[in-house]
């Protein structure tokens, strides 16, 4: 995102509680502050020691899973947090906002693509974090002026550079590579979901091309005042085992998978609707899930470092 942006001529400063970001992954030309959103004192400061205009809010927890163990934390990270960063900018004179929300504010839907104007019934204490955020947003940019997008992401994957590889995560990518490089066996959770092939289906989007969708969103919230939610994804959608099978071609190893009960809070498919970013924000998914997995095995096969891992390998029983 910070690479996208600067590339666009955009001037950034970077606010982290590096809570799970790593402040090497900063160039040393860009500012970086450390701080929680929780803490309104050094937001402000910020806003105003780096003349700031407008915000790209990606700050929050952001497991399924983890959400409904800890709903609490979650809606303190996810909703308090907001809340303290748009008081913030308020008080602060500063108008625009990126935010960074998601597919799972739709909940389970029986839409074979879903739009932005679909019901909204999230089924884990995440997706409900996210969409109580966006009707923050949305009625303090009514109340105040502000110039406000919210981008639903739908399952970003892929990687732009090994050197910002995602080497943790409850995501699938990272699960399977983490499992490969074991000598495991991926795991699916559930296989008697209403589709295909029994598994989950699953819009994917590249990274590269999420920072894309940014940079559109901020020239649109900059060049007038806007109050909008749009759908960020491909339009298609690929079950979990249609994932595997990928990974096994670009990789050549074996992703035979261990099925395990189904998550709580995982719908059965989610695949975004796409024309409103087209129509709204000039901008279309670029990437392929063959280019999603080639990027993210790039980064898997790479330490935090940059430098490659040896993959151990074992034989797999049969189950």
Same mark, same amino acid.
């Given at each position: ?8 001529g ?61 709903p ?35 909940? !389970? ?22 969409l ?63 589709t ?21 969103a ?9 109050n ?17 099978e990928?990974?096994?071609?670009? !990789?050549?190893?074996? !992703?035979?998978? !261990? ?17 409103l ?43």
């Amino acid at each position: 995102m910070l690479r996208a942006m600067r590339h666009a001529g955009m001037s950034v400063v970077v606010f982290d509680d590096l809570s799970t970001g790593v402040a090497s992954r900063v160039p040393h030309d860009v500012p970086l502050v450390t701080g929680s959103v929780l803490d309104a004192a050094v937001l402000r400061a910020t806003f105003r020691e780096h003349a700031v205009t407008g915000v790209v809010h990606l700050g929050g927890k952001k497991s399924v899973p983890a959400s409904i163990e800890q709903p609490l934390y979650y809606y303190r990270e996810n909703v308090a947090g907001a809340l303290v960063l748009l008081e913030s900018m308020v008080s602060e004179g500063v108008t625009q906002l990126v935010f960074s929300s998601s597919a799972a504010v739709y909940g !389970t839907s029986d839409a074979d693509l879903v739009t932005e104007s679909d019901p909204t019934r999230p089924d884990s204490p995440y997706g409900r974090s996210k969409l109580i955020t966006e009707w923050m947003i949305r009625d303090a940019a009514t109340a105040h002026g502000l110039s406000c997008m919210s981008l639903r992401y739908f399952n970003v994957v892929g990687c732009a550079d090994p050197a910002l590889a995602e080497h943790s995560g409850t995501n699938l990518f990272p699960l399977v590579f983490g499992a490969l490089g074991r000598g495991d066996r991926p795991v699916v959770f559930g296989d008697d979901y209403p589709t295909r092939d029994g598994s989950c289906v699953r819009d994917y989007i590249h990274v590269q091309d999420l920072a894309a969708a940014h940079v559109a969103a901020v020239r649109r919230v900059t060049s007038g005042t806007v109050n909008q939610t749009i759908n960020v994804g491909c339009g298609v959608g690929h079950t979990v085992f249609e994932v595997l099978e990928e990974i096994g071609n670009v !990789t050549g190893k074996d !992703t035979s998978a !261990t099925v395990l009960p189904r998550r709580a809070g995982d719908p059965a498919s989610m695949v975004a609707a796409t024309e409103l970013a087209e129509e709204v924000l000039g901008w279309k998914a670029s990437l392929d899930l063959t280019q999603m997995v080639e990027s993210a095995w790039r980064g898997a096969s790479a330490s935090p470092q940059g430098e490659p891992h040896r993959f151990r390998q074992k034989e797999h029983r049969a189950s």
